[in-house]
Each structure stands twice: as C-alpha cells, then as structure tokens.
C-alpha cells in the first residue's frame, strides 16, 4: 500500500527509533505517533496511552492494526482524547467467503448455499471517525498547538495495534487535477470484465452476507429453479464504517470506468454513500462520496464527477483492489444537529405531557408558555435548526431529498405554529408526537445506508455502458418457469429426501406467547443452517416444515407427527408428555454434557419427575425498562429493590407520572420466589397457594393495583415513549417493540434487572419466574439416534449462536429475543450494558414447574387477581378460594393422567 | 326498466330509511376502513395507541415490502397464488353445482329417503366444525390426501348450508312451469339447467359469494405440511409472526388479500339485485 | 334386490343429482360427525387410544360442572337476545334498502355485509372499550367526569357481557342477511300492485299481509343461520374479553368445548359438550321452523 510506504519514508527522514512514543512536532502532513512493528497486543479491558504533540490543526487520527483470530463478534476500541469523553469504534476483521471452485457450494440438488465465512485478518488501515467539537465525524478532530494524548482502550476483544498515524485533514485532489497528474487521458483498447459482486475477495463484517434475489432475471446468475447466492449486502451492509472489498485486473495501462450494478430498496428514497478506495487509497474527491439513489430493481451506477460526467480512473496492468466503504458523507453533520434536535423536542414533550395529560382537553387553554419556561424560544431554534439541516437537503438536488424535506417542512409549520399559537400545543398534542417519530425514524433511515450488488464492470473509457435490463417478456417466462417448477421441487426437505427423512417441524409462535416469534423467515434460517452445517456433517436427510403447534396433537393421532419439533411453548410441551408422546432426553449419550449449556432454571418447565422431554431454546424473563433522560432529570437512581422500588413509585407519582407493572402472572410468581415460596410442593401433587409466602406475595402483587395505584391496564410502548411512565417492569416482547415501534427515543432508554429482596448478606434476591420454549423428540420417531444427533447440534453454542446472528442481520434488532443457551447470549449484539443486565438477571431466573393443571393455576390466578383488584375483596380469601379450586383440578388431572394423586 | 311510483311509500319515508341505513352502514364498516387504512401507515403511525384514524404520511411502502419480502421467498409466490385461486374456484364452483343439484331433488321432487336426508342436512348446518375437525384430520389422513389438493377442496365441498339455501329457493319456482317442460318433453337435466337454475340465479349468486369468501379466506393450514401447498392467509400470516416489523406488510397483505372477495362480491351482488326485475316468474 | 332395481329405475335421476354432494358430504362430515359423538362416550385424550367410559361424560357435565352450568346460561342469555335481534335487524335492514335505486343497495349490502365479507377485525372494538384509560370510551366518560377510573370493559365480569353483545350484533349481518336482500327481490311485483289496488295503504300493512307471506324460504334460511351462529358465539369472546373470560363471564358452550379438546385434551368430555349443544341448537330449530311454516301458510 503507498500509504504505508509514504510513511516509511517520512519516519525514516525524520530518524525515529523502531520502538517510539513520542515525534517531534512539525508540521508534515502524516505523523506516525505510535510504531510497534511487531505489534503490541492490547487485551480486553487493556489501555494504551499514545501522546503526541502537533501543531494547529484538525487532523484525523489512523490506526494501523489487527485483529486476534478466534472470536466471532467485531471487536470494538475505545478511543477517547485528551481525557475527553471516550467513543466506541468497531475495529473490524477481515472476513473472507469460503468458496468451492469458481462459486459457493452446492447441494445435492444444485442449489448453492450461503457460504460460510472465515477469517482472515492482516493489517489493516483505519481512519477512526471521532467527533469533533459538534460533535460530527466526518471532519476529524481540531487539535490546538500542543501536546496531545490518545488514549486506546480494547472494550471487546483484544486487537494487535501496530502504528497509531495522525494525519492533517487534506485535501484530496479534484478529478481534474487528478487527470492532469496521472499525465492526462490516453486512449485505452477496448476491455470490458464483469465481475461478481458476490464473490468479494474481503469484507469487514459478517453480517455483510451474500443471499439471493429470485424474483427476476435481472440479478446475474440467476436461475428459475435453482437458489443461487446472487446478490451481496443489504441491510447487513449499512453502518459507517463497513467495507466489501474485490479484485479485478486490467491486461493493460489505461483508463478505465467502473460501472456497479446496485440496488438500493430497503430504505425508501434515500440516497445511499459508499467511499471508493483503489488499491487503499482515495484517488479524487469525488470518490470520497459516491452516491447511490434509491432505486426499486438493479440499476446500473458508474463513477462520475459531481456534474455527472463520467470519470475514468487510471490503472496499471494486473491486479487492483476496489473497495467500497459506507460513510455518512456530507450528510453526517446535518445527522448530528438532527439527533440534538430530537433529544430537545423529546423533553419538551414530556414537560407538556406532564401538564396536560397525553388526550388534552382541546377547549382549554393551559398557558404552556408560562408553565415551561423557554418554551416557544426553544421551538423556535427547534423549527431553524431543522430548517438549516432542510436547506442543506435541497442543495443536494435529489428526489430523496424532496422527501425528507417535505417531511422537514411539517415538521417546522408546526413548529412555528406553536410558536405564533401557544394554543395550538395541547391541540396537535397526537400529531406532534407523530412528528417527533417521524424526525426520529427520518434520522435512523438516514444514518442506515444499505446497499444490495450484484456486480461490478470494469471496462474501457471509451466502451458502452451496457445497461440492459430484462424485458417484460424475459421476466415473464423467468416467472412461469419458477411457478412451474414449484410443482416439482422440494423446497422443505434437505438433501432431496423421501420417506426416510427426518422430519423437523418448526413451529409457529406469535411473539405474545413467547416473547420470541418464529415464522417463515425463521424456517428459511434453519433449512439454510441444517443444509450448510448439519447434513454436511452427518448426512442425515432432513425435512423441514413451518407448521402451527396445534397440529402436533392431530399430526400424531394419525401417524402423521414429525420425529423432531423446535420452538414448542411449555405449556404444549408438557401435555404432550404427560400422554406419553414424548421421549426422555436423559436417554441421549452425552445428556449430561448439553445440560450445561443452559442455567437449570430453563429446564425446570422442561422437566417432571426427574424426565426431561424437551431442550430450552429461548429463556423470556422479565425486565425493568427505564427511560434514562427521565429519571436523571428527576435525579432517581434505577432501584435495586422493592422498597427502592416503592420510593421511586411514591416521588414519580407526586410529580404526575406513573410506573408501569405488566399484568402478569410472573409478577405474582416473582415475589412468591423471592420470599423464598414455591408455587407447588416439590412432588406436585399440590400447590402451596395457601401458604404464608403465598398469600404475602399475592398481597403485595394486588397491593401495587389497589393501594399503590400503579395502572392496572396501559399502553405500555406509548405511555414510555411519550414519559408518563417512565419506567416499566415487562417481558422480553416489550424490548422488540420499542425497537421498532419507538425509535425516536432510541438511546433514551435502557433495561436493568427487576427490583428484588434484600438478604442478610447484602445479596439481592432478585429470582423471578421464565418462559421457556423448547426442542423436542416425539415418541413417535423413526431414528431415535439421529434426532438426538439433530438436537445435539441444534442446541449448541454454535448453532444457536449463527441462528440469533442470522435473525438480526434479517430483522435488525427487532429479532433478538433472550437465549436459553448460555453463551449464546454474549455473542449476540447486545450492547454491553443490556448484555450485564441480562447476564444478572438470567443466573437469577427461577422458574415454576409444570403440572397438569397449569393451564387452570394460570386462569385461577388470574381470575383472583382480578377479584381483588375490581371487587376489592381481600386478597387472603380469594387466594384460599382459587387455591384449593386448582388443587382440586388437579388432582383430577392427576388421577386422569395416571399420574397419581388421591 | 322504468320505477313505477309504489302508492305505499312516501318519499319522506324512503329519504329517513336512506340517512339511517347510511349512518349504520358506516358504523358497522368503520373497522374495515381502520385495516385498509392501517396497510397506508409507516411503521411510525402502525403503533400508536389510541389508533389514528387517518394517516398523516400515506405511503405504499408497505406494499413495496409486501414484493420485497417475495425476493427471498424460496416457493414464488404465483404459486401461493395459484393454490388460493385454484381451490377458491374449485371450491366455490363445484360446490354450488352440486349443492343446487342435489337441492332440486330436494325440492321438488319425492324418493324414498327425502325426509331423513332433509333433516341430516338441516342437523348438519348446526353441528360445529370445532369437534369434527379432529376426525376430519383423520379422514384426510387415511385415504392419504393430506398436503393435497383433495385436503383443501373436500371440506369445502362438504358443507350442507348451500343445499339448504339452493332446496328454500328452488321451492318457491312454481310445479306450473317443471310441468309445462315436461309435457313439452325435456328431460330432467335439460329442466334442471335451462329452466330451474336461471330462475334461482339470485340464489345461485349469493351462495357464490358465500362460498367464495369463505375458500378464498381459508388457511387450511392443518392440512399442509409442505410450503408449495400453502394458501395466502397462511403465507401472510407465518410472514407475520416472524417479527413485528413485518407489521406493515401484514397489513398491506391483508388488503390485498380483501380486494377478490370485494370484486366478486360487487360483481354478484349487482346481478343479484339486477335479476329480479326481470323475474317474471307468472306466467 | 328386485325392489333395489325398481327403486333406481324411478328414482335413478334423483339420486343421481343428489349423490355428487351426497357423498363428499358423507365422508368428510357425517363420518366425521359419528366419529364426535362416538368419542363423547369415550375419555379420548388425542393422544392415546381411548377407552369407553359410557354416560360419565354426560353425567358429569350435569352433575359436577359448575363451569357448564355458567357456560350454558351465557350461551342462552347470548342466543336470546343477540339471535332475535340480529335476525330482526338484518331483516328490516334488508327491506329497507330493498327500496332504494340499485348503486344505493349495493353500496349499502357491502358496508352492512363487509365484517362477515372482509373478516372481523376487532381492532376498533378492542379501542373502544379498552381497559386503558386512553380508551375511547373510558376517555369519553373520564373527560366527561362521568367516572373517575377507567372501566375495565373487557375483563370485568360486570360489563364485558354488554361488550360481546354489541359486538355480536354488529357482526350479526351475514348469509342470512344476504339471502334476506336476494329475497326481497325475487317477490313477485304483481302481488305488490294487487294489493295496492286491493286498499294497502302504507308500507306495514305491505309488509305484513304481502312480503312476510311470500318470504317463508328467506325466513328460514335466516332462522337456520341465526340459530347456528347465535348459540355458537365464541370467537368473538375470546378475541375481546380473552380466553378465559375473568370468571368465565362470557363463556359459552362453544368455548367450554374448544377449552376441553385445545387446552384439556379431553376431547371425550368435549364431544360429549359438543352433542348437547347440537341437541339444544336442534331442539330450537324444530320450534321454529314449526312457527315460521305454520305463519307463512297463513
């Protein structure tokens, strides 16, 4: 690389030592402030502190580094300057696509499968984008005449830092200036090579992936029957910072166009940046950004200066890397006034809201502008700020911009029409919430830049562009081919089975029953994951279904039931095997062993009589959301207790806002474990509803209804969106939702564990019940051996690791979902506060066994709530009351089941 | 087809019955025009709680999504499509045929038998499928017809409303006119089709759109096993459950999904009503 | 077999028209239908080979089942009002707009018929008598300062009832109101104008000595629907009030069957709550359609 060999030259002329920590200050263009050539290895948690001293400039500061082979998450370094506040970088990986032969692997049926990815680090170059005093990250940082330091810190994984450079922020030549010092356009013979966008010789993230577009025979390779992996990127291709690099060779010196065949149609009209790097460097300023417009099909997209004319590039005979690196571009900066602006209009809203309530009276006039103060002047710098980052838009003369400055303009009339009528607030309350999410969902898209390739042509100045799209009638027939097809192909099974295939059904669960949805795209994950991992290995056929759990029971009455099911609710776990359709898991050789991979409380629900019939998938729990910026202002602390808990209560509900307890049964079960009560006897044959932790607990769970006056039904993402309950005890599904449905308080809010009981110790007991679903063998299986073998895999690290990896690249974070799997958990994207919480919470976790008659001890319980809490009667009788009636169920059931009981 | 002035109506009347008819009628159809509204929403306005009855940014986004989340698809949609549409118009032909075919005997005509049949039909309209479904699996099973076609037909061809409905009709055509035929010679099927079946079009219509609606919004999804065999309802909704941010393409789904049974219905509802003015049935 | 003979050749026709249907009809719902009642007498679970147990299950829903009892006095309570109500509605609703021009009724027919059309989407509904204080009504009778906490509509055993009703009723336009609307028009036009002539003065008297007469077939057809939807009323209640209903408040027989064989896998039990249902749902129909023959023949 000649930027490396630059460096060289300037260390050698300014006759530094190998090993140094400090350069003389002059000012050169490039300072190497930091050499270690044989790398010196900053572990996790580990600091290194570079100072330097530089003269008055902005200067962006580079790191040469690389990564330790092994781990799987993108490791990321804390870089903070002169003691300011410290950012947290990814300091990617390189990763490569295994490849067999000239593309992926295929299988039996001749559809090509995801590849797998493998590391291959070296050292890499990374200009680390810090924010400056507006905190932008395009700019680099200004630094004053003096001395400076840099401080490294390795928050998640350990990387090899090599040299540390800080660059004075030039200026890269324009396209022009360009021409003229490559010696001017020579003619070039014609060439023209078309290159796969999939088979990328590099990438920096795994989530970039390769995956398919069927739909047309517009994406090259394509094939009416046949998967082809066809395509590259998407929206796992969309974050600062992420880079797809390629290899394409010229036979001869000249000048060449690159041509990239892009689609972008993942976030509507938005203008998506890439960064060109030719062999590592940025040859002319317009590489710096290239922009690439929305678009619904594949486009076609060449290098061009600002005024659109095409712009070859010089390159020598032989081989060159392109690489394309996501990038803010000229729109980080209006990004940031953006956010600042919405973290204002947010707390302006909860101050409203605190007066008048989220359905105000629209008779009446409240006088905001006298209760808050700075209230119009704030709206009205507001309504400029934005205006100013509108104008910006404009200037970019595209048909996003018109969107989003369209959606800006609203956006600051009603701004400014509260400014000119105070009165106007509490009347558009609803529509200024909208407006706040729409600014906020407005600033998520614009920060995501996903981009889909499917290829890139290098051809010669002088060649046609070739921008040939499929017909009507080309598409057509692609179409009824593929239509046509389907009557012949399997998509289920793996490996082209029959008969003799395992069966696998993964079932269908809304994500109000589990806290975790699967659906199609989930079935489509593990066909793909059994293909690639599991049949390679052990060549079992398998089948896969998406199939709803309620057909289980039908399925096996006729003989028709699948060998294996994934992702049944406990609750249909456990009728199954108390009717004998289930096998005892303690028949798997190595039991023992996948029974350390999950906490014991997971597999309580899985379990009766000392039998497991079934293995965890995913572990939902309770947790405490709680909006940050809230309760700073009202200087609360997140309670590690109840009564912390209750204190918090009593002051938000003097100040008008309220906490949110989700009605649940788990509440209930919560403050019965961590008063050390059970919910059965340890041989079920009862419940202990009757006993004294039990009526304790059901007290205290109607108390926070009846004498607490917490809600006892609310919306809950609204009412946390909007601040008035700024703090919610609920399930996993609550954590989804407020990804998706709340994004303009992203960032404001975080999730600790649940209040629990102090110990003598000092501990907090802090157990609470979960809701587990799990894997099963049914009774009725064909191969005991191979399903075990299936389950095996399944539930490992790995699998269930790759599994959640490949939910979030399709959905974002709105898939993540808490896994039974130990350490599944730490190799997901949870940020590393969420991740500590989760952590404590789940070692936490209890859980209340099974019986026959949970179906009844769940309405019970909830028919007594509501006793309590609508007829306010006391809560003592009516828990003896449902008490003893489910104790009579279930010794009904008992002796139904031949289970005993009297 | 000129409007004789009836003596029993006055146009005060008539104009009262229009704005009261019109007010209910919107009422009652306010929670479609929420769904239909709901597919026009950006994942902004999908959550909102209290729902908004208008949209403030109306975009088709979610339509898009709808043929992005195709691209991925491993069976092409035509071929959802084309299982929806095959056994809706199987489903919703055959059975009228043979309902009004087994109606007219019914009617019309007496054989050793009627009266215990008259009634299993009638019984057979009050039994709940809930129970039945079970066996009926099981049925299906046995002769081998699960993730068929025959699976997602048959049950729609095994109800006994459609005979009921087409047997109350078919009573009303008058004995004058079968008997007129007959002495001029047709033989029963050439009765049956030429003469009594245009006379109880109106009925032939409704039970069409019944039945239509209700094959075309079938999930079925307890008889299919395999992806090729599933109908819409079913993709959209294992489309759905897969995460909350499908949210807006289940509602635009569902929209598409409502447009067919909207079609045909204002189709057949029009012919309905366009029929029986020419009824002349006295002859 | 010499009758069997003589029976095809003068029948031969007939069953013939009839068999097409007859015989799917058999397979995969008579068949089906014995199955239900069979297993009525039996402690079926789903999963393992049932046993014959006799009139245990019946005994037992008379004798021993509190929730049964509750269950049929909604079912009742519900088919009582929502089942005349709804019947007389779509009924009146029909002859109303029989009067209009064509665009008006179809219009009209679509908006009345589109919750049966489109599938019922409870969404509104679920807002509007929201527990939440933000809910419409809630909200409505809190601004008003009608009442200071949020009714719990749906989950309190006091209210939902009146909930699963009104929404019952709204639904209540289905086939039956359909083949009302396809009846109106199939009258004959000269019975309207002889009685015009014949001193008919308003439209009640039209309705009553003119269009009630000739509407016998409609009439059933309506009654048939009425009776097997309005003693089926389930859905609904679980959509709107949760399955179960605090206290089973609003649980009917419908859902005590659907709680026995989905989340009891008692399917012997349920068959058996099955057959009564039936049996109520039958009785019903026969004293109706006595009163429906009887007073269009009059």
């Not at chain 1, 609750?571 to 199954?576: H, P, S």
């Not at chain 1, 999950?598 to 729990?621: D, M």
């Not at chain 3, 527990?131 to 509509?153: A, C």
Request: aromatic residues 12%.
């Amino acid at each position: 690389m000649k930027y490396i060999a630059r460096l060289l030259i300037v260390c050698i002329l300014i006759q530094t030592f190998a090993i140094s920590f400090t350069v003389g200050a002059e000012e050169s263009a490039n300072q190497v402030i930091y050499n270690n050539a044989s790398g010196y290895t900053l572990s996790e948690g580990a600091e290194l502190e570079v100072g330097f001293s530089s003269a008055d400039i902005t200067a962006y500061i580079e790191l040469e580094y690389s990564t330790v082979a092994g781990g799987t998450t993108t490791p990321q370094i804390g870089v903070s300057v002169d003691d300011g506040a410290q950012t947290v970088l990814d300091a990617p990986r390189v990763w490569q696509n295994v490849v067999e032969g000239e593309r992926f692997k295929t299988d039996d049926m001749g559809n090509e499968q995801v590849p797998s990815q493998k590391e291959a680090s070296r050292k890499q170059y990374m200009r680390l984008l810090l924010p400056d005093s507006n905190g932008n990250t395009e700019n680099g940082i200004e630094l004053n005449g003096g001395s400076h330091t840099v401080k490294f810190e390795a928050v998640r994984e350990s990387i090899v830092v090599y040299k540390v450079v800080c660059t004075k922020v030039g200026k890269e030549p324009a396209y022009d200036e360009y021409v003229k010092a490559m010696g001017g356009k020579t003619a070039t013979d014609k060439y023209s090579a078309t290159y796969e966008a999939e088979l990328s010789s590099a990438k920096s993230h795994p989530e970039i992936i390769v995956t398919y577009d069927r739909l047309t025979p517009n994406v090259t390779p394509n094939d009416p029957v046949k998967i082809i992996q066809n395509i590259i990127g998407g929206t796992g291709y969309s974050m600062p910072g992420q880079w797809v690099e390629w290899t394409v060779s010229v036979p001869k010196d000249g000048w060449y166009m690159l041509d990239f065949k892009y689609r972008q149609n993942a976030s509507p009209g938005q203008i998506v940046r890439r960064q060109l790097y030719i062999d590592g460097e940025i040859r002319f300023s317009d590489c710096l950004e290239m922009k690439f417009p929305a678009t619904n099909s594949f486009e076609v997209l060449s290098l061009s200066t600002a005024d659109g004319k095409e712009a070859p590039i010089f390159l020598s005979a032989g081989d060159h890397t392109v690489r394309l690196k996501v990038v803010l571009g000229s729109v980080g900066n209006s990004l940031q006034t953006l956010k600042q602006t919405v973290i204002k209009l947010n707390q302006l809203y909860t101050k409203i809201v605190l007066i008048v309530g989220e359905n105000p009276d629209s008779y009446r006039d409240y006088d905001l502008e006298d209760h808050i103060d700075g209230l119009l002047e704030d709206f009205d710098s507001c309504a400029k700020e934005i205006e100013a980052v509108a104008k910006n838009f404009e200037a970019e003369a595209d048909e996003n911009a018109t969107n989003n400055t369209a959606q800006m303009s609203q956006i600051v009339r009603l701004l400014k029409g509260f400014v000119k009528q105070p009165r106007d607030i509490a009347v558009e309350l609803d529509n200024f919430r909208a407006q706040i999410n729409t600014l906020a969902s407005l600033i998520a898209s614009i920060s995501t830049q996903p981009l889909e390739l499917d290829s890139i042509t290098v051809r010669s100045a002088d060649t046609e562009k070739s921008v040939e799209k499929s017909g009507f009638f080309s598409v057509l027939a692609f179409r009824v081919k593929s239509f046509l097809a389907s009557f012949a192909s399997d998509y289920n099974s793996i490996s082209g089975s029959g008969k003799s295939a395992m069966n696998v059904w993964v079932t269908t669960n809304a994500i109000d029953a589990m806290g975790f949805s699967t659906g199609r795209d989930q079935a489509q994950i593990i066909t793909q994951l059994v293909k690639e991992d599991f049949y390679n290995k052990t060549k079992i056929p398998v089948n896969i279904s998406l199939m709803d759990s309620s057909v289980i029971l039908q399925a096996l009455v006729s003989g028709k039931g699948p060998d294996v099911a994934l992702f049944v609710p406990e609750t249909i776990l456990a009728n199954l095997y108390y009717r004998n359709a289930l096998i005892d898991l303690h028949e798997m050789d190595n039991y023992d062993e996948i029974e350390k991979r999950f906490y014991p409380s997971s597999l309580i629900s899985l379990s009766y009589n000392g039998k497991t019939f079934a293995l965890p998938e995913v572990q939902s729990y309770n947790m405490l959301y709680y909006r940050t910026d809230i309760l700073a202002e009202y200087g609360l602390e997140v309670p590690k207790t109840w009564d912390d808990f209750y204190n918090m209560l009593t002051k938000l509900q003097k100040a008008g806002l309220q906490v949110g307890v989700a009605e649940s049964q788990s509440i209930f079960e919560t403050l019965l474990f961590q008063r050390n009560g059970k919910v059965y006897k340890d041989d079920l044959s009862a419940t202990l509803l009757s006993s004294k932790e039990s009526v304790e607990a059901f007290a205290e769970w109607t108390n926070l209804y009846t004498k607490q006056g917490v809600p006892v039904a609310f919306d809950a993402l609204n009412r946390f969106r909007s601040g008035e309950i700024p703090i919610v005890i609920s399930s996993t599904s609550f954590y989804n939702s407020l990804s998706v449905g709340a994004v303009e308080i992203d960032g404001l809010w975080d999730i600790a564990p649940i209040p629990g009981v102090k110990s003598e110790d000092g501990s907090i007991n802090r157990s609470e019940s979960c809701n587990v679903s799990g894997a099963t063998v049914l009774h009725s299986v064909k191969n005991k051996q191979n399903a075990f073998k299936f389950l095996d895999w399944w539930t490992s690290d790995e699998t269930q690791t790759r599994f959640a990896f490949e939910c979030e690249i399709r959905f974002g974070v709105s898939a993540r979902y808490f896994p039974a799997n130990i350490n599944t958990l730490g190799e997901m994207s949870w940020s590393l506060s969420e991740r500590d919480a989760l952590e404590t919470q789940r070692k936490a976790v209890n859980d209340v066994p099974q019986s026959p008659a949970t179906y009844f001890l769940n309405r019970n319980l909830s028919n007594a709530f509501r006793r309590v809490v609508y007829d306010y009667e006391n809560p003592r009788d009516v828990i003896y009351r449902y008490g003893k009636d489910t104790d009579n169920e279930l010794q009904r059931k008992l002796k139904e089941l031949k289970l005993g009981g009297k | 087809m000129r409007k004789k002035k009836r003596t029993t109506r006055s146009g005060f009347g008539n104009a009262i019955a229009a704005i009261f008819l019109l007010l209910m009628g919107v009422f009652i159809a306010l929670p479609i025009y929420y769904s239909i509204i709901n597919a026009f929403k950006p994942t902004s306005e999908l959550f909102l709680f209290p729902p908004r009855f208008v949209v403030y940014e109306p975009t088709f986004q979610n339509f898009l999504n709808v043929v992005r989340v195709q691209s991925q698809s491993l069976v092409p949609v035509e071929r959802y499509l084309f299982n929806s549409v095959f056994i809706t118009i199987v489903g919703t032909a055959g059975y009228v045929l043979i309902a009004s075919m087994a109606a007219y005997p019914m009617a019309k005509r007496n054989f050793p038998g009627k009266k215990v049949i008259y009634y299993i039909v009638v019984f057979a309209i009050l039994f709940r499928p809930e129970v039945t479904s079970l066996p009926q699996y099981m049925m299906m099973s046995k002769f081998n017809m699960l993730d068929t076609y025959w699976a997602l037909i048959f049950p729609l061809l095994a109800t006994s409303f459609g005979v009921f409905l087409m047997m109350q009709f078919m009573s009303t055509v008058p004995d004058e006119i079968l008997e007129a035929a007959r002495i001029d010679g047709a033989g029963e099927k050439y009765t049956f089709f030429h003469i009594v079946l245009p006379t109880v079009k109106p009925a032939l219509l409704t039970l069409t759109i019944f039945n239509f609606v209700s094959a075309w919004s079938t999930a079925g999804s307890q008889f299919t096993y395999s992806e090729t065999m599933k109908l819409l309802p079913t993709m959209l909704s294992q489309i759905s459950t897969g995460s909350i941010m499908r949210a807006g393409v289940t509602a635009a789904g569902t929209v598409l999904l409502m447009l067919p049974s909207i079609i045909v219905f204002a189709v057949c509802q029009g012919s309905v009503i366009e029929t029986m003015t020419h009824s002349g049935i006295k002859s | 077999m010499e009758t069997v003979k003589k029976l095809f050749k003068k029948y031969g026709n007939d069953y013939f028209f009839l068999s097409f249907w007859l015989i799917i009809f058999t397979v995969f719902t008579l068949v089906p239908i014995g199955f239900a009642v069979g297993y009525s007498f039996t402690n079926f679970d789903m999963v393992q080979t049932p046993s014959f147990v006799g009139l245990s299950n019946y005994l037992r829903m008379f004798l021993d089942d509190d929730i049964f009892i509750k269950a049929f006095m909604n079912t009742m309570l519900f088919a009582v009002i929502t089942g005349p109500l709804g019947y007389i509605m779509s009924f009146v609703v029909g002859w109303l707009i029989n009067d209009l021009n064509r665009m008006t009724r179809t219009v009209l027919t679509f908006l009345f018929y589109s919750p049966t059309l489109l599938g019922s989407s409870y969404m509104m509904w679920l807002y509007l008598f929201s527990n939440d204080s933000y809910g419409l009504l809630n909200s409505w009778l809190i601004n008003f300062g009608f009442i200071k906490d949020p009714v719990q509509w749906l989950t309190d055993p006091d209210f939902n009832i009146y909930v699963v009703i009104v929404v019952v009723l709204w639904g209540s336009m289905g086939a039956g109101f359909l083949s009302f609307v396809a009846g109106f028009q199939s009258l004959n036009k000269s019975y309207f104008e002889a009685g015009a002539i014949d001193g008919i003065r308003n439209r009640w008297q039209e309705l009553w000595y003119i269009t009630l007469p000739q509407m016998g077939p409609q009439l059933l057809i309506g009654a048939v629907l009425t009776i097997s939807g309005s003693f089926a009323i389930g859905s609904q209640c679980i959509a709107l009030t949760g399955f179960p209903s605090t206290d089973y408040s609003t649980h009917t027989l419908l859902l005590h069957i659907q709680d026995y064989s989905a989340n009891r896998l008692e399917m012997g039990y349920a068959s058996a709550i099955a057959v009564v249902l039936f049996v109520i749902m039958i009785l019903s129909w026969l004293i109706i359609n006595k009163a429906i023959k009887t007073f269009s023949h009059d």
